[in-house]
């Protein structure tokens, strides 16, 4: 790119390396040279995961950019809060088809405020020319042997979701409207607005997943469906899963605008929640709403971990196959 | 992507987290949960960078696949190097138009004969549907405070460069061939494909950049042009540049098939050749050479930094304009 592109990428990237106006004393050094050199605390251990938004598949081409640039980083953040870890520190890849200031200040605008919420500085980068796609990579800590996983699960350990998990499924469909979407009709303007927003700015639980360090027996984000994820947490250690289509906690938005039985199958199959999902002892149940409340972050049990491999899928009693709960009107993307 | 797709790419990528098929005991979980848990070694700093390539920019559509997978960790392994740190962990963004089998294989071949080299990891990341675009993410280790920068430099010192620039400029022309490229009579074959597989597959300067870090006072990888990077190197260290066109070290093949001029032109601006260029207070040239030998790889003495700011091209003694050396011909890419 010419040096003045150069220059405006800078300038709007490089105040990131100070989250919240305030610099890291762990960042010895950040943007601007080949690499970022960074100190890892005594005691902690480094967590680290990367996701990639590219436009067309992950977000609408016509998305504002301020969300953009808030979920490219939120669903990171989700990555390291499933693994009970603190945001510290993060690297940008950048691919943009031409360098548009107005596209570069809300993107990074929308990156900085999710940023400054966990003191996390963007420690470098890079910039290329091509077809829109974002990849962003987060480092964060953990105390060394606390990180959850994803196998660590037992028959008999009940299964918790944070938020409300379909909402953002739901908000996507609004956000495409006429386009192979939904409509709601005018007197439902305030709660799809609602949806509308949990798709297009996230909340990663880092918090929540702070908190269940100790506590969670496995934890997962969900990313790709609730029924999906809570599956493979299931799977990865070696349980099986009975999910209660009753339990799941919809909102009063979600119901509103798509009626239940639909905002079962979005809760359950939609995707984009970056909700954490997770396994407790039963034994433990009574520490949990501690936990919960440091999360700042409601969670509700929706189902327990079996041992016969496998996810059933029970309504008002009675089985409830997935297929019928609409698991295949949605593809799992890439 | 539909499962069978994931399952493809897990059989390809999976076995990377063994870089040479041995367990590094510092990653304490790889591949397949929401990120990686990795242990820092008491005492060192952690040096992180990530480079992305784009097809059509930083590699022709048609590029063999496992030159793809080289390059794309040989250009964040060579971040490292200028910095002076050991590789150690990476991540990988992989955007795909379509899971090809073929390239899935090939790829990952490349990526894994060079990480092997190195002990490097792949401990994460994230395969999505679009553009072909690569980004990796590499992690790195340094004795604490002893990272090499880019401002380190002082008027009086000598500055180097690692191999012989214009090699890789010159291989990507002769790539490109009758489209917009050079085609080398039958004649100079041998010495063409040696240019090409000095673009295809360029070698980190890891063992070299390792070497310097108690001895360099400034380095920077040359990515974007010996003159244009060596005049970042004389700028953040607060001085300018004299360079010395009758010294660079210009290979027998650049020499054979493009003649002095032209190679003089490509050794300056022309791109991609990730050496290392570093400055050397004179007092410790006479400890040079034994870095050098343990780089396993010939550095040269091209210039100096100077207390004027700018950079000025020397030959013959007389002095040579960059424009005149062919700048403007290359232009910078992102």
Known sequence: MPPGEFELIDRYFRPLDRPGGRRRTD????????????????????????????????????????????????????????????????????????????????????????????????????????????????????PQGQALRRDGGSPGDLVFVSGTPGDAA????????????????????????TLRQRFLFP??????????????SACIDVSDGLAGDAGKLAAMSGCGLRLEADSLPLSAELLQVFGRERAVQLALTGGDDYELCFSLPAARLAELSGAAASGDCAVRCIGVLEAEPGTR?????????????GYDHFSPRG
């Open 170 to 193: 739901a908000g996507l469909l609004l956000e495409r409207g006429a386009e192979g979407g939904v409509v709601a009709p005018p007197e439902q303007a305030a709660a799809a607005q």
């Open 27 to 142: 960042v010895l050094l950040g943007i601007g040279d080949d690499a970022a050199v960074l100190r890892v605390p005594p005691g902690q251990d480094l967590v680290a995961a990367i996701d990639t938004l590219v436009s067309g598949r992950h977000f609408l081409p016509d998305t504002d950019p301020r969300s953009i640039g808030h979920r490219a980083l939120a669903v990171n953040l989700s990555d390291l809060a499933a693994m009970g870890a603190t945001p510290a520190w993060g690297l940008l890849a950048l691919t943009l088809p031409a360098v548009d200031e107005a596209f570069l200040r809300e993107f990074a605008a929308g990156f900085a405020q999710l940023a400054a919420c966990h003191q996390f500085a963007l420690v470098g980068g890079d910039t290329t020319a091509g077809p829109l796609t974002v990849s962003v990579q987060v480092l964060g800590f953990v």
């Open 203 to 216: 909340t990663p639980r880092v918090a929540l997943g702070e908190a269940l360090r100790d506590l969670a």
């Open 313 to 325: 899928l029970v309504q008002a009693g009675q089985p409830l196959s997935l297929e019928t709960a």
